[in-house]
């Protein structure tokens, strides 16, 4: 089966502080992509980060790092520093590359990040 | 600027009728794709389309039809067959002509739609 988890519904964290979003992902297939999105208040999803299944490197980009763990199937995403501008919904999805889902982006349920002042 | 744009924003529907919402896009993308958004969960994915005039069903296709007669325009018509419409629709588009979801797939504003 194919799923993307995200335990963590809600995070409350004050500004400046570093928070971690966890995804646990499921699947048999040996290539796939995991991607973050972030949905702020407005609704539209933004694109923050494509992974392919080979490229186990940590990216960091300013404020923003991601590791990538195959071995416990795990693309969580930290950011650094907070800020108020953070707060949205941030949404791990898994791509695979065959069968019923090619067309799909498999999602998580999200977590809600709210930085406060 | 390039993008994707939906409209309406908002849109309110009365029981019983039918209701289109429209997805453009100018990133000569040529994969496009309806995802549905319900509260406190992720994305289901609707319909998507590969190239023009040809469309595949998603998880959740049941109610809803699209056509594909322009590259890019994807229009998503919500039918009184849809026994629970109201939710958040989301367009996205993506390179590629596998429309296979290892795309990074670009997401439009959304339309938001509330059957009264």
């Known amino acids: 089966a194919q799923k993307v988890t995200q335990a963590q519904t809600e995070i409350s964290v004050v500004e400046k502080e570093d928070v971690t979003l966890d995804c646990v992902y499921e699947t048999r297939d040996t290539t796939y992509y995991l991607f973050w999105y972030k949905q702020p208040p407005s609704g539209e999803l933004v694109f923050l980060i494509r992974r392919n299944s080979f490229d186990e490197q940590n990216e960091i980009s300013g404020r923003y790092s991601w590791n990538f763990q195959k071995s416990t199937s795990s693309f969580n995403f930290t950011i650094t520093a907070s800020q108020v501008v953070d707060s949205a919904v941030y949404f791990c999805?898994?791509?695979?590359?065959?069968?019923?889902?090619?067309?799909?982006?498999?999602f998580g349920k999200g977590t809600k990040l709210s930085v406060k002042p | 600027d390039g993008g994707i744009t939906q409209s309406p924003k908002y849109l309110f529907r009365k029981e019983g009728q039918n209701v289109t919402l429209s997805c453009e896009q100018n990133l000569n993308h040529d994969a496009m794709y309806w995802y549905r958004q319900d509260p406190g969960q992720g994305l289901r994915l609707i319909y998507y389309?590969?190239?023009?005039?040809?469309?595949q069903k998603g998880d959740i296709a049941e109610g809803y039809s699209v056509s594909r007669e322009k590259k890019e325009s994807f229009p998503l018509t919500v039918t009184s067959a849809q026994k629970n419409p109201t939710a958040f629709y989301l367009c996205?588009?993506?390179?590629?002509?596998?429309?296979?979801?290892?795309?990074?797939?670009?997401f439009g504003p959304g339309t938001r739609l509330t059957v009264l």
């Open positions: 996205a588009s993506s390179t590629g002509t596998s429309g296979r979801s290892t795309d990074t797939q670009y």
């Open positions: 999805a898994l791509g695979l590359t065959w069968g019923g889902s090619q067309g799909n982006l498999i």
């Open positions: 389309s590969q190239i023009v005039n040809d469309f």
